[in-house]
């Protein structure tokens, strides 16, 4: 019964999320196979089913375009750095910065190669048929530079000066990346959390610093544009944020965007995912046909069915919204009449919550509070509603801190509050219609039930933030003084708080993703070829600066 359970959860992610079954393996292992065997006889392979074939790919592309390619009208910097998703796409992305005019400089680490890859010499025969030395053809990219990051030497006492209260802050956001916890943790991985600041602290120092001295040496030779990365905020990245925000140099900090497979978006001078909400939302055009596409996708969202779930678009409901619910819960929703609150958490460990708290220092601490709120308040019910997506996290043994249980605990025995847990067969949009409001940490859940008339209350500080979509308090105590308001009166959101829930969401889930990477986000899959009128280039052309 549990592995039918599993599987059937399983069943809900894509495939970017699902490991490859046997006769995917079979056809993936023969045509690599054919594909080398075409290699060794000087001749290119057809499709580019692994790394390896991607690459060549792309390198015959430039050997049959050479005398077509545009003059280089400056340098773009582009980060290979911390695992394989970011170092395919820093080469692929070197690729298309040369084909659109621009000389690529690459920085990498050897050590990282190595790891992703494997060292040559010492290559397993997968790392020999999936990759061989393809970190080696980099350099027949035309007007490339690359440069090894491991070989910096130690950065001056004045560098490091600069960025002592920069790396202190990013340490924590770093160190709840690595053990997925919340910052500033608490709970029972304190000790080690602690532990784990004080040593990324020491290595953020270094290497922010040394990034600003490699950073300023670059500026003062080449004509740089600006810098391309991942993310912005883990790892190295954040080093290079740092460095070059503190130096003004322009980047451009890009993020897979994992609700279809290979879609990415960007962000400009500020990390990935601390994008301008507010900009987008002004600048969208909103009209019928966009009101009537957001509709369809709102259906899609409550029952798991229609056009986006062809295309293979993350189902964050493990059950559509008419499954019935379990008879503790039915029971829970038709006892009384008392005020419904519905309370929707983050993932804890998911980078789109750091550095996002305002009036209360964690998850951890805003759950245990609003819990003992309602205790002390009988009146009033609450559902807390653990994301579905812990579910990811627990079948890839990553979920380190279950929200759910820890509710569960804090509220045991609570006549008047309710635990939704991610593994049980519940659709949150069921719940929505039976709520007074919500209460929500950072989820865009918030906007969810705003457009299905719900008032919400945020407890930190969402992506939507300034939107006026939701209410955003400035202390704990009018936090709780709308949850007293809106337990007495039954207001609802404004006309347009839910126009502008809409464009919000419309901007979230139709612009900001890109189809730039590999459906599983590796060099697999991943052409040069296309068009320069394709989704592909519109990306990569963005992201160079170019209109």
């Not at 015959?60 to 998703?85: E, V, Y």
């Not at 290595?203 to 040496?217: F, G, I, N, R, V």
């Not at 003062?220 to 990365?229: E, F, M, V």
């Not at 599983?520 to 052409?527: D, E, I, V």
């Amino acid at each position: 019964m549990k592995k039918k359970a599993e599987q059937k959860i399983k069943d809900t992610l894509p495939k970017h999320y699902k490991n490859k079954g046997l006769t995917e393996k079979t056809s993936l292992l023969i045509g690599s196979c054919w594909g080398l065997l075409l290699l060794s006889i000087g001749k290119e392979a057809p499709k580019p089913i692994t790394p390896r074939l991607a690459v060549n790919k792309w390198i015959h592309w430039f050997h049959k375009n050479k005398d077509s390619l545009p003059p280089t009208r400056g340098s773009i910097i582009i980060l290979a750095l911390r695992n394989q998703s970011w170092t395919d796409w820093a080469f692929y992305t070197a690729c298309w910065m040369r084909r659109l005019g621009f000389a690529p400089i690459v920085l990498f680490s050897q050590q990282d190669i190595d790891k992703i890859y494997g060292i040559p010499e010492k290559q397993t025969l997968k790392q020999k048929v999936f990759f061989g030395s393809l970190w080696k053809q980099l350099d027949q990219i035309p007007d490339v530079i690359s440069i090894d990051v491991d070989e910096m030497q130690e950065p001056s006492t004045n560098s490091l000066s600069k960025f002592n209260d920069y790396a202190e802050k990013q340490a924590h956001t770093n160190a709840a990346y690595e053990l997925l916890t919340e910052e500033y943790e608490t709970g029972p991985l304190k000790e080690k959390y602690d532990s784990l600041v004080k040593d990324i602290k020491a290595s953020l120092l270094k290497e922010t610093a040394q990034a600003y001295e490699l950073l300023s040496q670059l500026k003062s030779q080449y004509d740089i544009k600006r810098l391309l990365g991942f993310s912005g905020t883990i790892g190295r990245s954040a080093c290079y944020e740092g460095a070059a925000k503190e130096m003004e140099l322009p980047r451009v900090w890009v993020e897979g965007w994992s609700i279809l497979p290979g879609l990415m978006r960007y962000n400009i001078n500020k990390p990935a995912l601390n994008f301008n909400a507010k900009e987008w939302v002004e600048k969208l055009e909103w009209n019928k046909n966009e009101q009537a596409e957001m509709e369809k996708f709102l259906a899609f969202q409550e029952t798991n069915k229609g056009d986006e779930s062809k295309k293979d678009h993350l189902q964050y409901q493990i059950v559509n919204k008419e499954t019935e619910w379990p008879p503790e819960l039915t029971t829970f929703m038709k006892k009384d009449d008392r005020p419904l609150f519905l309370m929707a958490t983050n993932v804890v460990g998911d980078s789109a919550t750091f550095q996002r708290q305002t009036i209360f220092e964690s998850q951890r601490a805003w759950i245990t509070n609003v819990i003992q709120h309602f205790k002390n308040h009988p009146d009033k019910r609450l559902i807390i509603r653990a994301h579905p997506s812990e579910r990811v996290y627990e079948l890839q043994g990553n979920l380190n801190i279950n929200l759910g249980q820890i509710a569960n605990e804090l509220a045991s025995k609570t006549e008047n509050i309710y635990v939704v847990q991610w593994q049980d067969p519940i659709n949150t949009y069921s719940l929505i219609p039976h709520c007074r409001a919500g209460l929500t940490w950072v989820s865009n859940t918030g906007v969810d039930m705003v457009i299905r008339n719900v008032p919400v209350i945020s407890a930190a500080n969402p992506i939507y933030s300034g939107l006026g979509i939701t209410e955003e308090p400035a202390s704990k105590k009018e936090y709780f003084s709308w949850i007293e308001q809106l337990g007495q009166v039954a207001e609802k959101p404004t006309k347009q708080q839910k126009e502008m829930g809409g464009k919000y969401l419309y901007v979230i889930y139709k612009k900001i993703g890109f189809k730039a990477h590999g459906p599983r986000y590796k060099a697999s899959g991943l052409l040069l070829a296309h068009p320069l009128t394709s989704e592909y280039a519109q990306f990569y052309r963005i992201i160079a600066g170019l209109k």
